[in-house]
Nanobody, 125 residues
Framework: QVQLVESGGGLVQAGGSLRLSCAASARTFSRYAVGWFRQAPGKEREFVAG????????YYADSVKGRFTISRDNAKNTMYLQMDSLKPEDTGVYYC??????????????????WGQGTQVTVSA
């Protein structure tokens, strides 16, 4: 069982930056594809960014390309989401997740078997 714990959320003005972290409890975390999702009030959970396994290719939603950067440090069992040039529409609860799916990246939440509890990101205009 892999437990995930997010941190780093908060309140920031538009144009600002935040860095989210996701710490995993197990070394097997390195053998999962990982992703960040977000959910705004009244909306469905949506894919934000991900890293496939193996291979380590990165994927981004069109809405965050060029502004967000996903990375992982397997030695620390941790993944990150660097968020720059934040916009009010980036507001939501951000979740990290892990999927056992190999080689291809999945953007579909049910394909992810481990989830963190979420961290709130609020971007003011």
């Amino acid at each position: 069982q892999v437990q995930l714990v997010e941190s780093g959320g908060g309140l920031v003005q538009a144009g600002g930056s935040l860095r989210l972290s996701c710490a995993a409890s197990a070394r097997t975390f390195s053998r999962y594809a990982v992703g960040w999702f977000r959910q705004a009030p009244g909306k469905e959970r949506e894919f934000v960014a991900g890293i496939s396994w193996p291979g380590g290719s990165t994927y981004y939603a069109d809405s965050v390309k060029g502004r967000f950067t996903i990375s992982r440090d397997n030695a620390k069992n941790t993944m990150y989401l660097q968020m720059d040039s934040l916009k009010p529409e980036d507001t939501g609860v951000y979740y990290c997740a892990a999927s056992p799916r190999l080689y291809s990246m999945t953007f579909y939440p049910p394909d992810y078997v481990h989830w963190g509890q979420g961290t709130q990101v609020t971007v003011s205009a």
